[in-house]
């Protein structure tokens, strides 16, 4: 079957970094996307990786590994806006995105 | 101008009635999705729409009747609500059906069954 696994919540300081994990099964594999969704809104996106390999895009990065089936999101210079929710999608041979359960990132002053 | 938007962001109705929440794109996207997200906070596709014609039909009970009069709208509508039904329901958009950037989500529509 087709599985997004992530933690459901981390807690980091202010000022930190924080290293989300997610691992994915499809069937086929198109891709993979990070989003970010805080409390009562829309998830907005962050960044797709279809090669393997780091993408940084600000403080903020994605990693991907094909073989392992494995990515991370990787946030710098943690700011308490970044106490959100960050959903990891793997996309399948048919374009089909899979959704893991999101998780919740807390951010201490 | 909001690229994504849904209607009502809120609606709070009884068991056994019938609603529908609607959805607009102003992107000149050709494919328009329904998900549902309920309390454990996995988004789950529901339909989605390439052109008007449908794609994906998720295993949705048959209360829940999507529609899409044009490219640039897709509908919700749904019967005989039942309390499982309350959680936010998601429109979102993308160019086409392959999906290899970002997918445009509306506000959400939240659901409340009493």
């Known amino acids: 079957g087709q599985n997004i696994d992530q933690p459901t919540e981390m807690t980091a300081t202010e000022g930190a970094i924080v290293q989300i994990n997610c691992t994915y099964q499809t069937s086929g594999f198109n891709g993979l996307f990070w989003y970010q969704q805080h409390a009562g809104e829309a998830p907005t996106f962050l960044s797709y990786?279809?090669l393997d390999g780091l993408e940084e895009k600000g403080r903020f990065s994605s990693f991907l590994s094909r073989s392992k089936g494995y990515s991370y999101l990787l946030l710098k210079e943690l700011q308490m806006k970044d106490s959100a929710s960050y959903l990891c999608a793997g996309m399948d041979s048919n374009y089909q995105l899979i959704w893991g359960a999101g998780t919740k990132l807390i951010i201490k002053p | 101008d909001t690229a994504v938007s849904q209607t009502p962001k809120y609606l709070v109705t009884q068991m056994g009635n019938d609603k529908s929440i609607k959805c607009e794109q102003n992107?000149?996207?050709?494919?328009m999705y329904w998900y549902k997200q309920d309390s454990k906070k996995f988004l789950k596709i529901m339909f989605s729409y390439n052109n008007k014609e449908l794609i994906i039909n998720e295993t949705v009970p048959n209360r829940f009747s999507p529609k899409s009069p044009d490219k640039a709208h897709l509908n919700l509508h749904i019967n005989s609500l039942e309390l499982g039904d309350s959680a936010v329901y998601f429109c979102?958009?993308?160019?086409?059906?392959?999906?290899?950037?970002?997918?445009?989500f509306g506000e959400g529509s939240r659901l409340t069954v009493l």
């Open positions: 992107l000149g996207h050709d494919t």
């Open positions: 979102a958009s993308s160019p086409g059906l392959e999906v290899t950037g970002e997918l445009f």
């Open positions: 990786n279809v």
